[in-house]
Structure formats: C-alpha cells, structure tokens
C-alpha cells in the first residue's frame, strides 16, 4: 500500500517568509522586529525540515538571508529618519 501523504511546508518556514516579505514594506522599528521573527523562524525552519515529510529548508535559508536583508534596511530607513527630522 502506498504512502499518500506528501512532503509539507513547515509553519515557521511560511512565517519566516511571510515576516521577511514584511520587514521590507513597514517602518523601521517594526521592520527590524519583522526581521528578527523571520531569522528565528526560519532558523526552526530548517532545523524541521530535516525531518523526513518536512519541506522548506532552503525556502528558510532563503528568509534567513531576506532577514537580515530586512534588517539592514530597517538600520537604513532609521538613518534616514533620524536625519530628516
């Protein structure tokens, strides 16, 4: 008999992902705190999809990097803040 279930995507990976989209699209405070959740997300991520029926590692490599990506421009966005006012 065969095996009917199939490989799934983690929900930390689809936060992890969903939070990293955000960061870019928010301020600065909640881009950074978007940021954060989308690097430990994706971190539990892929440490899940190292179990067999789990996809999504290198979706959440990919949001781990966006992450910090995300963070970088909420520093920016900052800057920029901090000099126009």
Not at 19 to 30: E, H, L, Q, T, Y
Not at 52 to 81: E, M, N
Request: hydrophobic share 65%; aromatic share 4%; with cysteine.
């Amino acid at each position: 008999m065969a095996d009917s279930s199939k490989a799934t995507f983690s929900i930390p990976c689809l936060i992890a992902v969903i939070a990293a989209i955000a960061s870019f699209k928010v301020g600065a405070i909640m881009g950074l705190i978007l940021a954060i959740v989308a690097i430990i997300a994706g971190v539990i991520g892929v440490l899940l999809s190292l179990a067999p029926g789990v996809r999504g590692g290198i979706t959440s490599t990919i949001a781990i990097l966006a992450g910090g990506g995300g963070i970088i421009a909420a520093v920016i966005k900052a800057i920029q803040w901090l000099t126009a006012h």
